[in-house]
């Protein structure tokens, strides 16, 4: 069964940055879609980012467009998001999530494998 592990969250100042990273351990990333979501207390959880397995399309929700990138590398086993220019709304725990097969990026019902999550807090 394929395993997740998200790092690289943390307190940062509104305008800054951070890279969250998403690691797959027992089996390779290679043939999976991957999808970052995040959630707050007592709402749903919300797709932010995906990207092929080939790397080769990716989708953002409108909030994050400009400012968050995605990226992976099938070598390292390794999936990331670039996080620009945070905003204290960004404020959230950030998952990501793994499937083959799938239609709609932003479901979370549509992924099969789930990281524990990495919180990311934007405040000044």
């Known amino acids: 069964q394929l395993r997740l592990v998200e790092s690289g969250g943390g307190l940062v100042q509104p305008g800054g940055s951070l890279r969250l990273s998403c690691a797959a351990s027992?089996?390779?990333?290679?043939?999976?879609?991957i999808g970052w979501f995040r959630q707050t207390p007592g709402k749903e959880r919300e797709g932010v980012s995906s990207?092929?397995?080939?790397?080769?399309?990716?989708n953002y929700a409108d909030s994050v467009k400009g400012r968050f990138t995605i990226s992976r590398d099938n070598a390292k086993n390794t999936v990331y998001l670039q996080m620009n220019n945070l905003e204290p709304e960004d404020t959230a725990v950030y998952y990501c999530?793994?499937?083959?097969?799938?239609?709609?990026?932003?479901?979370?019902?549509?992924?099969?494998?789930w990281g524990p999550g990495t919180q990311v807090t934007v405040s000044s």
């Open positions: 027992r089996f390779s990333l290679g043939g999976y879609t």
């Open positions: 990207i092929s397995s080939s790397g080769g399309s990716t």
């Open positions: 999530a793994a499937h083959m097969y799938g239609s709609f990026w932003y479901a979370p019902y549509e992924y099969d494998y």
